[in-house]
């Protein structure tokens, strides 16, 4: 049966299943979904009824031609060590895991594997996931794919050497945008007499406002800078400061998540 397999409904294997429901790419009755534990199979089941839940991993992998693998990377290797005496060879992985490499999933599995990562985001039908297809994934796979993946935002195809930094923007980014958030508007709180709860309000609203201005503008980060910074004004200040002192910060961030990711399926 030609259906699309879920292991893991975890985070991003319960917004898969969510987001391809939700926009009809794909009915109930072409999804099989297993997690380890009972109790997230029975989310899902009472989330999608008429959906197919598979008690085991093999069992799902004895369904499915399409299994998409939603679970931590350091688990990858003993799921697809378990799954592998369930297929014929014709299967195609997806796995969403960051860090774990097509060479190291074409060890594990000879045949077709494609690397999707995609982003929290998607929940709202907006974000970027990003595909990197191995080597053996046929035209007809790839792009069914890509057509599941668009239907919960935008796709991206990467290279694999590309991968680590688009990760780190397209699906970290919204950790590490929501922790600027919060600390812009803690700052602001706590200089002031604004409620905590309406400083994260307006932080919210402005950095929403401020993404879709420079998607539909055009204009560069650089050039709104200079719209809002006044000479002599307010915002000039702040923006100095932050000129002086983020890109250190970022540079260390983006260090340490790179040096993780590298580790990170081991
Ligand atoms: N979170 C994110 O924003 C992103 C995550 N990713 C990648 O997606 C993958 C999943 O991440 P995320 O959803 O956040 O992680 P979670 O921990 O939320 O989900 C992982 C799920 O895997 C299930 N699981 C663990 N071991 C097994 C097993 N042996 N068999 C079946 N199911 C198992 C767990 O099931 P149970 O709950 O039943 O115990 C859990 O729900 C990771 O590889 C991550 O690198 C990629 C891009 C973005
Ligand atoms: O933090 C993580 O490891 C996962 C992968 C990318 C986003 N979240």
Redesign the pocket.
Known sequence: MDCIGV???????SMLVDGFLSSGVLGVDEVVV????Q??RDACAAAWPGIGIAAT?SELARQCRTIIL????Q??K??LH?IFPAMDGDEHIVS????VGLTELEGLFSGSVTRA????TSTIGQGTTLVCHGRQVGMHDALRIEGLFSSIGNVMLVGEEELPAA?ILS?CGPGLLAAVIEELAGAAAHASSLSGDRALELATETAAATAAYLRETGETPGDLVGRVATGGGVTEVGVKGIRERLPEVFDEAVAAMLERYGA?GK
Not at 34 to 37: A, D, I
Not at 96 to 99: E, T
């Open positions: 292991i893991g409904y975890g985070h991003m294997g297993t997690s380890r534990r109790e997230s991993n939603a679970v931590r990377p688990e990858v003993d799921v378990e969403l895991a960051a860090g990562i995609p982003t929290i990760t699906s990170v």
